[in-house]
């Protein structure tokens, strides 16, 4: 997913928290033009939502502080792949003889 569209999903959560309105897949569906199925599958932007989602109810209680660990457990995980993949490719990139 492009940096655009998870800012975009930060910027709608921030809105609706500040409105007080509930910030929920469909509404942020609604107000992204982006899909609720992708919005779900997509682990980047879901964190964001749940997160934003957990910040809005009591997250200091223990419940709420083990939802805020596991998402950010699942960001951790989703950036430790994105670095292994780029790690791969410049080990291939380094592999590939000079072409002149």
Do not use: W
């Not at 309105?21 to 199925?37: D, E, N, W």
């Amino acid at each position: 997913m492009s940096s655009k569209a998870l800012a975009e999903v930060e910027r709608t959560c921030a809105e609706l928290a500040a409105a007080g309105q509930p910030i929920t897949f469909t509404a942020v569906a609604a107000l992204t033009k982006i899909g609720r199925a992708t919005l779900y599958r997509n682990t980047e932007i879901r964190a964001i939502i749940d997160e934003h989602r957990t910040r809005q109810t009591d997250a200091r209680t223990l419940t709420g502080l083990a939802t805020e660990v596991a998402h950010l457990r699942t960001i951790v995980e989703s950036l430790a792949d994105t670095v292994a993949q780029h790690d791969e490719q410049l080990r291939r990139q380094r592999r590939k003889p000079d072409r002149q």
